[in-house]
């Protein structure tokens, strides 16, 4: 069993850092709330002084934090940078869902000291990171990748190399554009759908048997009621808040800029998720979009 230092104990962090704790790794955990500290530490995580007393003498660091500046802060250009302290033989993890440029400089400021740092961003939400079913989109060499592998696999159920260095983040990046494009859609759809008169759960039903079925109808449909133990049906509390979806989709706009990509549908998307943010409702669940076709 290898020793772990967790840093970043949120909605995805702890739960993510609790699957390792049961799986019978020694984790040491840290985060700046003492609240999200306490969750781990009742499931037999141990609690570290700071991010320094998490990373040493471990043999894996996981990192799940908001932004790329929080992790390019922690661990390269702070007062007290984490890479002094990490271990040569030791893999970081970057779990976090940042823009792929300053994965891609974190890691190679971590070469070129000798260390080793990855970039593993997640699909699945706060439920997969409960469940262990995380979906894992990797940045790294096979041999890093191997080496992540084992442990990725306690946290997550499909585990996927994207790629090289930087490779994990543009395919977050993609996915998560896709994800805002087709919950706008969908949206869309049932609120027409409504305002003409439609039983919202009928035409979920049929849409989800029929060309128009996609991710969100199966297992996160938007509108309060149709479908228990989502978001919506919990006045959107919980869930991929859209304060995170607007950030990535400022990381998808970023990368459609640097290489030349047209993303219509995205930049749609965006707008939109912006309107909702501005309206006061960054907190709230990504799916409650749907307002904003209400409030018309
Ligand atoms: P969160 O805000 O719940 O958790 C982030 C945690 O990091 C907080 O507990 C915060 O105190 C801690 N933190 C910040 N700076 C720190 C520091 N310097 N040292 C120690 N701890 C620090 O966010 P989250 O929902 O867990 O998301 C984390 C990352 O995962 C984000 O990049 C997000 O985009 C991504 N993500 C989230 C979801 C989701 O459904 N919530 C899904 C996939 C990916």
């Not at 990373?55 to 984490?82: C, E, I, N, R, Y």
């Not at 990797?138 to 696999?153: M, N, S």
Request: aromatic share 6%.
């Amino acid at each position: 069993m290898a020793t772990i230092g967790f840093i970043g104990l949120g909605n995805m962090g702890g739960p993510m850092a609790i699957n390792l704790v049961k799986a019978g790794h020694n984790v040491k955990a840290f985060d700046l709330s003492q609240a999200a500290m306490d969750t781990v530490v009742a499931e037999g995580g141990n609690a570290a002084a700071s991010a320094a007393d998490a990373v040493t003498g471990a043999d894996f660091v996981v990192s799940m934090l908001p932004a790329g500046k929080h992790v390019q802060g922690l661990f390269q250009t702070g007062d007290a940078p984490l890479f002094d302290l990490i271990s040569k033989d030791a893999l970081i993890i970057d779990s976090s869902t940042i823009d792929a440029a300053t994965a891609q400089s974190v890691s190679a400021a971590a070469a070129e000291r000798g260390l080793s740092f990855i970039d593993a961003p997640v699909s699945g939400g706060v439920g997969g990171a409960v469940a262990g079913t995380l979906a894992f989109m990797v940045g790294a060499t096979d041999e890093q990748f191997a080496k992540a592998k084992p442990i990725l696999d306690v946290m997550g159920k499909n585990i996927f190399h994207a790629g090289q260095s930087g490779a994990g983040q543009i395919a977050k990046a993609c996915n998560n554009m896709l994800l805002s494009i087709l919950m706008t859609g969908t949206c869309e759809a049932l609120n027409m759908g409504m305002k003409n008169g439609l039983d919202p759960a009928v035409l979920s039903e049929i849409m989800k048997q029929s060309s128009g079925g996609n991710w969100a109808l199966n297992v996160y449909n938007p509108v309060p009621g149709v479908m228990e133990g989502v978001p919506s049906s919990n006045d959107y509390q919980g869930g991929f808040q859209v304060d995170l979806m607007y950030k990535d989709l400022g990381l998808a706009m970023d990368l459609s800029q640097q290489s030349a990509s047209s993303v219509p549908m995205g930049s749609a998307a965006r707008s939109l998720f912006s309107l909702h943010k501005a309206k006061g409702n960054g907190g709230l669940d990504f799916s409650s979009v749907i307002k904003l076709y209400q409030d018309q």
